[in-house]
């Protein structure tokens, strides 16, 4: 907003918030790839410590290559330098990258299907398009699906989504459940999962994989489990991760909704400091938003059971399976679940050749504790509790409008053969 514009509004008695005034740029931060090679992960973080710098992604890649990405304001890169780390730059002005990434689009105009088109993916969307784009959704695909909510955020947002049925009527097969945007900042997820809802409610009547998908599956989907935070990300401070609680005797807002799960909860790979990014809460459950996710989904285990769950992030490229919490145990069904990924991934890479690993997240990625899919794994009997990490391990977070559809088409050729093969 400019001068300007404040001082007409103000003419007419309208009080203007700042907050585009308190609105981050990341103007002129650089971002690296630290390789953490022979150093240990805490060694190298506690040297970085006297930096404000921002954690970004850190991955165990195959061949024990480990890399953590950090974002460094431009007041502290020559501290960082002086630090001699091995390092790779992934972006040399994020903020450039973000005012790349484009405005936050319009509301397109109805296709033949009587829904935003697919230009709904030329952009990313405001928080309350994003509600009306699901609305629309149902109400073109009417007599199979509702509008449901799982609860309610800290702030008082509604998590909300769809739930989409086919020809035996709502509820009456195994759920297949969703969950993008956990963490606010990974704003593909929900235009992934949206592309996928287009799919179905578009497909469900002439494309025979999709109604047998829908034909055997419940699928329940909530686009954005992070309300709050998701706002937050749009209107003041681009790299939010968690959610926007506050906690009695700090002044850190926030905890990671993902850590903040009961099974395996306060263990190695998440923290219980309520500054860290993997702040993991004090209890198992004390957020709104993933007391609320719990508890939906002992809704649906107790019901018909679960057969899959995603819970949908960005952007190491990596389909995650149980568990985080440890690298020595697996579910069972461990097998069948790495042959099912496999060839997910290899049906992804198809369009556009883009690479995605797979295996148990521990493994595979890093340990990470009271996460949704090992809940999901152990204490809801879910056959197939996954994580799936969206593209981009060069773009990182801000990925460019124009790979939305990219991306959301080689996610949809690896879902119809899971969903047809699981
Ligand atoms: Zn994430």
Request: net charge negative; with cysteine; aromatic share 14%.
């Amino acid at each position: 907003m400019n001068l300007r514009t404040a001082f007409s509004l103000a003419t007419f008695g309208i009080v203007v918030l700042p907050t585009s005034a308190h609105k981050s740029t990341f103007e002129g931060y650089k971002v690296y790839q630290i390789e953490v090679g022979s150093n240990h992960e805490a060694s190298l973080k506690s040297r970085l410590q006297e930096l404000p710098i921002i954690e970004l992604s850190h991955s165990h890649g195959h061949g024990g290559a480990s890399t953590l990405d950090i974002a460094v304001p431009p007041e502290h890169l020559e501290a960082f330098d002086a630090l001699n780390f091995t390092a790779a730059i992934l972006s040399e002005d994020l903020g450039a990258d973000i005012a790349a990434e484009g405005p936050l689009g319009p509301y397109p105009a109805f296709d033949d299907f009587g829904i935003p088109g697919l230009s709904w993916f030329d952009s990313y969307h405001a928080y309350e398009d994003h509600i009306r784009y699901w609305a629309d959704l149902h109400s073109a695909f009417a007599n199979n699906s509702e509008l449901i909510q799982a609860g309610v955020s800290f702030e008082g947002r509604p998590i909300q989504g769809i739930h989409l049925w086919g020809s035996d009527g709502r509820n009456s097969k195994p759920a297949v459940f969703f969950n993008g945007n956990v963490h606010a900042r990974e704003w593909i997820t929900s235009m992934v999962v949206e592309y996928l809802l287009y799919q179905i409610v578009t497909g469900y009547e002439n494309d025979t994989i999709v109604r047998a998908a829908l034909d055997n599956y419940d699928f329940y989907v909530l686009p954005i489990v992070n309300p709050d935070g998701f706002v937050y990300s749009q209107t003041n401070y681009r790299l939010w991760r968690k959610n926007r609680q506050v906690r009695d005797n700090t002044t850190e807002v926030g905890t990671d909704i993902n850590r903040n799960w009961s099974v395996g909860f306060g263990g190695d790979g998440s923290s219980s400091s309520p500054g860290s990014e993997t702040f993991s809460g004090y209890a198992a459950g004390d957020t709104p938003e993933c007391a609320a996710l719990m508890e939906f989904a002992q809704v649906l285990a107790a019901d018909k059971g679960i057969k899959l769950y995603i819970d949908w992030h960005s952007y190491a490229q990596v389909i995650l399976l149980s568990y985080g919490y440890t690298c020595d145990d697996f579910p069972p069904n461990i097998e069948r679940q790495i042959d099912l990924a496999a060839e997910t991934a290899a049906r992804i890479a198809q369009p556009y050749n883009t690479t995605f690993d797979y295996g148990p997240g521990c493994i595979v990625l890093y340990q990470s504790s009271g996460n949704g899919r090992d809940y999901m794994t152990d204490a809801a009997g879910t056959e197939f509790g996954w994580g799936i990490e969206l593209r981009s391990t060069s773009y990182g977070f801000v990925l460019p409008a124009e790979q939305i559809l990219p991306s959301g088409q080689e996610i949809w050729e690896g879902m119809k053969y899971l969903w047809a093969n699981m």
